[in-house]
């Protein structure tokens, strides 16, 4: 003889499960962030052309921190590299997604930085 409330205490708790994990990415925890830049920005070795991208980290539930950029509708890839954590810098604002470097007056700016939107660590692109 089946104990039903066992089932149904087990099938509840399979159902929260896949209720947390489906609402994990409205809790932040995909790590991801839509900007848009209104002129050329660059990050190591592409010149990202002005729109909306998606920054994100590859597997966030690695140790290794590897950024992904893509489209908006996430249909091409336009960076994937390792980068260096870093702290976002005393009184930045949350708000503050990215930092650029230095370059010449014709060039498109470097992004140094991404910081997730709210997060105190950022993501220190690696340049040659």
Not at 102 to 126: M, V
Request: overall charge positive; some cysteine.
């Amino acid at each position: 003889m089946t104990n039903w409330k066992t089932v149904r205490i087990a099938c509840g708790t399979v159902a929260l499960g896949l209720l947390v994990v489906a609402s994990g990415h409205a809790w932040g925890v995909s790590h991801e962030n839509n900007l848009t830049f209104s002129r050329p920005v660059a990050l190591p070795g592409v010149v990202l052309p002005a729109g909306s991208y998606t920054f994100e980290l590859a597997g966030s539930t690695s140790s290794l921190d590897i950024v992904l950029v893509r489209d908006k509708a996430r249909s091409k890839v336009y960076y994937m590299g390792f980068t260096n954590t870093v702290q976002r810098p005393a009184g930045m604002s949350k708000t503050t997604a990215v930092v650029f470097g230095e370059t010449s007056a014709n060039e498109p700016p470097p992004i140094a930085a991404w910081y997730e939107i709210g997060d105190s660590l950022g993501h220190q692109f690696l340049y040659r």
